[in-house]
């Protein structure tokens, strides 16, 4: 009886520790969190003398465009400096998830577009990243900006072609890319490596219904399915029986389409933002009036990692990020080039086609977390098919 109640005591003990210790890295990040102090009311002045004390940003970010804002944040503010770690949104995730389990903290900042919805579903309530909105930006900020992330700029998946070629869209309804005359011509990145076609094969899908009623709009009759297929199924099925052209990014499915002097014939799915490659001689355009949508919408958020240690000069980046409290700042010009959309109600971005104007599926990202499994393994099961 005594060794009992003796082992009964040990294991009351151990149990007692093992929740301090959990108790002690709760209160660890909570600690983080006050120190952090992500609902001040600081100004730039502030952060940047609290910066300089500080070490190197680190800033991890699937867009390029992100080398530019760091130059010119080291310009505006002598003495910071900035990392900016140019990554695939897979990759990101997983450098992002390894630096927060590890405790190590490796990162600053993160910004990507959540095409899996793991940052909304996953990263947000286990405390990986935090949203950190400057009080005197946040009123600028148009609705649904701020809400469960914070979000730059809006940007879509879409049908492009080249306006030397065609003198209009060459479709106007998606199940058109699955006839003979488009053969070979429809170029998109492989969703295995890219996030943003991962959504947009992932918006087919969810949206079949819509999708099985664009196909009785052209052809009169509803679409053959195979077992277990909706609508949305049966398209990216039978565009990839119509031989769409995989590459590795909508850099690549540029080329293809609007590469200068090409006078491509090709159509391309791809990201809005690839339409500031206009500036340089590539004669991309959009492809609106689509049946049943015309493209899926692409927010790009911003966020600060849970465990930053350069909270202060994080803070000020993404002040500059959004342009400063007037807007005018330069860090935010980047993301103001055509096919990105101000999400800013006193800032104008470049785009000559209004947001409003195109009819966008938003994308789900509760549905995205939760299918993000089925929609690479019918993916994979389409490619080993053609094979």
């Given at each position: 009886?005594?060794?009992?109640?003796?082992?009964?005591?040990?294991?009351?003990?151990?149990?007692?520790?093992?929740?301090?210790?959990?108790?002690?890295?709760?209160?660890?990040?909570?600690?983080?969190?006050?120190?952090?102090?992500?609902?001040?009311?600081?100004?730039?002045?502030?952060?940047?003398?609290?910066?300089?004390?500080?070490?190197?940003?680190?800033?991890?970010?699937?867009?390029?465009?992100?080398?530019?804002?760091?130059?010119?944040?080291?310009?505006?503010?002598?003495?910071?400096?900035?990392?900016?770690?140019?990554?695939?949104?897979?990759e990101l995730y997983d450098m992002l998830r390894q630096s927060h389990d590890s405790e190590a903290y490796l990162v600053d900042i993160v910004c990507s577009a959540d095409g899996r919805g793991i940052m909304t579903n996953e990263f947000l309530p286990q405390n990986v990243v935090y949203k950190y909105v400057?009080?005197?930006?946040?009123?600028?900020?148009?609705?649904?900006?701020?809400?469960?992330?914070?979000?730059?700029?809006?940007?879509?998946?879409?049908?492009?072609?080249?306006?030397?070629?065609?003198?209009?869209?060459?479709?106007?309804?998606?199940?058109?890319?699955?006839?003979?005359?488009?053969?070979?011509?429809?170029?998109?990145?492989?969703?295995?490596?890219?996030?943003?076609?991962?959504?947009?094969?992932?918006?087919?899908?969810?949206?079949?219904?819509?999708?099985?009623?664009?196909?009785?709009?052209?052809?009169?009759?509803?679409?053959?399915?195979?077992?277990?297929?909706?609508?949305?199924?049966?398209?990216?099925?039978?565009?990839?029986?119509?031989?769409?052209?995989?590459?590795?990014?909508?850099?690549?499915?540029?080329?293809?389409?609007?590469?200068?002097?090409?006078?491509?014939?090709?159509?391309?799915?791809?990201?809005?933002?690839?339409?500031?490659?206009?500036?340089?001689?590539?004669?991309?355009?959009?492809?609106?009036?689509?049946?049943?949508?015309?493209?899926?919408?692409?927010?790009?958020?911003?966020?600060?990692?849970?465990?930053?240690?350069?909270?202060?000069?994080?803070?000020?980046?993404?002040?500059?990020?959004?342009?400063?409290?007037?807007?005018?700042?330069?860090?935010?010009?980047?993301?103001?080039?055509?096919?990105?959309?101000?999400?800013?109600?006193?800032?104008?971005?470049?785009?000559?086609?209004?947001?409003?104007?195109?009819?966008?599926?938003?994308?789900?990202?509760?549905?995205?977390?939760?299918?993000?499994?089925?929609?690479?393994?019918?993916?994979?099961?389409?490619?080993?098919?053609?094979?």
């Amino acid at each position: 009886m005594k060794r009992m109640i003796g082992m009964l005591c040990a294991a009351l003990i151990l149990l007692s520790g093992c929740g301090q210790q959990s108790a002690g890295q709760e209160s660890a990040m909570a600690a983080w969190e006050r120190t952090a102090n992500l609902t001040a009311n600081e100004t730039p002045e502030e952060l940047y003398a609290a910066a300089l004390k500080e070490d190197t940003l680190i800033v991890y970010s699937t867009s390029t465009r992100m080398i530019e804002v760091a130059k010119t944040f080291e310009k505006q503010y002598p003495g910071l400096t900035v990392q900016v770690e140019d990554i695939r949104e897979g990759e990101l995730y997983d450098m992002l998830r390894q630096s927060h389990d590890s405790e190590a903290y490796l990162v600053d900042i993160v910004c990507s577009a959540d095409g899996r919805g793991i940052m909304t579903n996953e990263f947000l309530p286990q405390n990986v990243v935090y949203k950190y909105v400057p009080q005197d930006i946040a009123e600028a900020l148009l609705p649904g900006s701020n809400e469960e992330l914070l979000l730059l700029i809006k940007e879509a998946i879409v049908l492009c072609y080249n306006d030397e070629f065609y003198d209009a869209p060459p479709v106007s309804n998606w199940w058109e890319l699955t006839e003979e005359q488009w053969r070979g011509k429809v170029y998109m990145p492989n969703p295995v490596r890219s996030v943003t076609t991962s959504v947009f094969l992932a918006a087919f899908i969810q949206n079949g219904e819509a999708m099985a009623q664009a196909y009785q709009q052209r052809y009169g009759t509803v679409p053959a399915l195979c077992q277990g297929e909706n609508a949305g199924h049966a398209f990216i099925r039978m565009l990839m029986e119509n031989d769409v052209v995989i590459v590795n990014s909508s850099d690549e499915v540029s080329e293809a389409v609007a590469a200068p002097g090409s006078q491509s014939p090709n159509a391309g799915i791809m990201v809005t933002s690839k339409l500031r490659l206009r500036n340089i001689g590539y004669p991309l355009a959009l492809s609106m009036g689509m049946t049943p949508f015309d493209g899926i919408a692409s927010p790009v958020n911003i966020m600060m990692a849970g465990g930053a240690k350069n909270v202060n000069a994080a803070k000020l980046f993404i002040r500059w990020i959004y342009g400063e409290a007037d807007g005018r700042g330069d860090g935010y010009r980047p993301y103001l080039q055509s096919g990105a959309w101000s999400l800013r109600s006193d800032v104008k971005d470049e785009s000559p086609i209004p947001m409003g104007a195109l009819t966008l599926h938003e994308p789900d990202r509760l549905y995205l977390y939760t299918n993000k499994d089925h929609i690479f393994a019918f993916w994979e099961e389409l490619v080993q098919a053609r094979q």
